[in-house]
């Protein structure tokens, strides 16, 4: 059913619509999410659900539900905050319906889930980690790393512990900021948190275990230098084996303000070395380029040779050392 085919069922419908909210697929049609769905799925009441006469089978989570021609109706959703009306009609609104796809877990439904996701943390950057604090915990940290890409220098972690409903406007994923932005995040960031911690990978332990590898030590490391233990860690993308309750976000630096914090303390962290590593090999243009292989950086490298901080694994340094070896 499209959303047209939907209201045109709703009218059909013979209940009083203020009694009852309209949820999963017919809701994400409706507000422009989806394209169509199969039925209409709705809550209401534990009241009006026990006044239908519908015929009565077991839902998704194995609750009593009812059902009638498209429409199917439980009372284990009626959340009456999270709605919005369109047309006289409520609708359970983003945030209930991503929480209730999340819960349901349909393989079939993943790239759905992903991109509410998206859309609930576009809107609210602390989404995370009010859940969180709703459920008692209150040390909430964020790790993010910066510098898996360059072929120079180590790979930086940070681990940041923010305080309760944290504020910088603006804060976001370290790589969407101008310079200067991040400079001054830096700085207030590391005036109100709770506790910050940093952990830094040298490019000789990239080359021996990897990057990955090394992303990870890297990320331990900030976490055992955070000054206050965190009670649960809010980490971008990446699984870690902790003896602390994680969560791994995809793009979490974007859809998380902890992790966005974390991600301006690494990226700030690690450029502040190269800028003194520019200092000291202004020819590979390290300020501008932070390690990364511009056509500057290769074209110094086939120049002037390496230097001990570049990685030796990396492509284009492995590539120039096999090549330095065949002419001799």
Known sequence: MTKDEIFHKLEELKLDKNQYIIIGGASLVCQGIIDETDDIDLSCS??????????VKKGYFGDDIKSFDVYEVGCNFYDTEHIVVIDGYRFADIVSCYEV??????PKDKKLVQKLELMVCSQDNYYFERKLRDEGITLIAGVDEVGRGPLVGPVVAACVILPDEFSLDGLTDSKKLSEKKREYFYDQIMKQAVAVGVGIISEAKIDEVNIY??????????????????EHILIDAMPLSLDIPTTSIIKGDFKSITISAASVIAKV???RMLDELDKKYPMYDFKDNKGYPTKKHLE????????????KSYGPVRDFLEKQLTLF
């Not at 534990?46 to 015929?55: A, H, I, N, P, R």
């Not at 796809?101 to 349909?106: A, F």
């Not at 110094?300 to 990685?311: F, M, N, S, T, V």
């Open 300 to 311: 110094a490298i086939e120049k002037y040779g390496i230097i001990p901080e570049h990685r």
């Open 101 to 106: 796809k999340k819960l349901e877990n349909k």
């Open 213 to 230: 590898e090394a992303t990870k030590l890297a990320m331990k490391d900030a976490i055992s230098k955070c000054s206050v233990r965190p």
């Open 269 to 271: 962290t690690r450029d």
């Open 46 to 55: 534990k009241e009006m659900f026990d006044s239908l006469t519908w015929s």
